[in-house]
């Protein structure tokens, strides 16, 4: 059965498998950013990547529908912290302090992927102090 916890964790990483399908569709330009790549010339190096991310992804799903202890703590890190950095890291991109890594769409959306990704991390933490890992927060 999975639970609440689970359930958040699962639709996050769903929702963001999609968005990158989706960003790859209507920019891959920022796809070639983020691997040091020249823009458009290299459409099969996106989609190894976009295959990397998600064997990744669909890894860290099956550690969270079996409940792996190391699964738990490596997305709770990825979550509290990853996220913590994001959000002032778009923000600072936004007023151009830091280079941007893309468009301004993209530095808003991922400044909202951190602030959800730290909400779920949150949620993750008040869960395990009552329970343990992957306890229902």
């Known amino acids: 059965m999975v639970n609440r916890t689970q359930s958040l964790v699962l639709g996050f990483f769903g929702f963001a498998w999609i968005s990158l399908i ?3 569709l209507v ?3 920022i796809y070639d950013e983020a691997m040091r790549l020249p823009a458009g010339e290299h459409p099969l190096a996106d989609l190894v990547f976009l295959g990397a991310i998600s064997v990744l992804i669909a890894l860290l799903s099956v550690g969270v529908l ?7 703590w490596l997305v709770l890190a990825a979550f509290l ?3 913590a950095v994001r959000i002032p890291a778009s923000v600072l991109e936004l007023v151009g302090i830091l ?3 893309g468009p ?3 530095l808003v959306f991922q400044a909202l992927l951190g602030l959800v990704q730290v909400g ?3 949620l993750m933490l008040s869960g395990y102090r009552r ?3 992957w306890a229902v927060f």
């Open 66 to 72: 079996r409940r792996w202890r190391w699964t738990f």
């Open 104 to 106: 301004p769409w993209y």
């Open 99 to 101: 280079a941007p890594a």
């Open 131 to 133: 329970a343990g890992p």
């Open 27 to 29: 920019d891959p330009a």
């Open 81 to 83: 912290i990853g996220g």
């Open 120 to 122: 779920i991390g949150v």
């Open 22 to 24: 989706v960003i790859l």
